[in-house]
């Protein structure tokens, strides 16, 4: 083998690496493969909660907290009195029905069912029936806006973006975290560019990029609800909403008698 063609094979080699690293910027699952960040929930501000509410859905709207809350049978939607916890107007769901996530984009509420395939819309200003639409997946889990689309989980490791006049599919990430599958994603909250979610039956909350799904970091919430505060009807952390009118992040959980306003620290 000559000198040149021994430059000349490693000129190929390191294009092929050039090539491959250029591939791989382009590539989601090389996006995916970043490493999240850890932070750990810090409680700025406590507030009462109905400790009756299996909590479902939770969002501000012109910084109002609304909520929803599940199981059949007791399934209701409620304007939340923050101070109070006490819901200011509320209305309930037939027994069949298992509310779920929910969200306000353009003046319409929109309610996901766990299994019943219903999408319910109502006038958030009226609380008053709108429509309904078929939810094309099996299970509706969570539910936010990037304020043109719904964005929904479904208990899978995949988020959908959603058409909010037909609610079809339009697309859909895989969220990874530090390269794994990260299945039971619960409600969900978008906050200045990226999605807050709920792992259901998980202590802490992931921040994933919208775009390539990848978790940019995960807040250990594990101690936040105190242990003198928990009963054995306590049941998992869930529920996330940010008001940008304060530029504020709200979290709680099914049966927890407190809601917190929170701060993420290293
Ligand atoms: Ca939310």
Redesign the pocket.
């Known amino acids: 083998m000559t000198v040149k063609s021994i430059n000349t094979l490693s000129l190929i080699k390191i294009l092929a690496v050039v090539l491959a690293i250029g591939i791989n910027c382009q590539n989601p699952t090389f996006a995916q493969s970043v490493k999240a960040q850890r932070y750990v929930c810090r409680v700025v501000e406590s507030f009462p909660h109905d400790v009756n509410s299996y909590t479902q ?3 501000f709207h012109n910084g109002q907290l609304y909520e929803s809350a599940g199981q059949y049978g007791k399934s209701s939607f409620r304007k939340v009195d923050i101070k109070k916890g006490t819901a200011l107007q509320s209305f309930s769901f037939p027994d069949k029905y298992f509310a779920e ?3 306000v984009l353009d003046n319409n509420l929109y309610i996901l069912t766990w299994m019943e395939r219903v999408v319910f819309v109502y006038d958030i200003n009226t609380l008053k029936p709108v429509k309904q639409f078929f939810n094309p997946f099996a299970e509706g889990w ?3 806006t990037d304020g043109k689309q719904l964005i929904m989980s479904d208990g899978s490791s995949n988020l959908y973006f959603m058409d909010p006049q037909t609610f079809a599919e339009k697309g859909r990430i895989k969220v990874k975290l530090n390269g794994k599958e990260l299945n039971q994603l619960n ?4 906050i200045k560019g990226e999605i ?1 979610a709920n792992v259901y039956q998980e202590d802490y909350i992931v921040i994933i990029n919208p775009k390539t799904g990848a978790v940019r970091a995960m807040a250990d919430c594990k101690n936040l609800l105190p242990g003198s505060m928990r009963t054995t009807k306590t049941d998992v952390l869930n ?4 008001n940008p009118q304060n530029d504020q992040i709200y979290v709680t959980g099914k049966y927890w008698p407190k809601l917190f306003r929170i701060s993420l620290t290293k």
């Open positions: 859905g939770l969002f996530g929910s969200v969570g539910l936010t409600e969900l909250e978008y807050w529920g996330i909403a940010y």
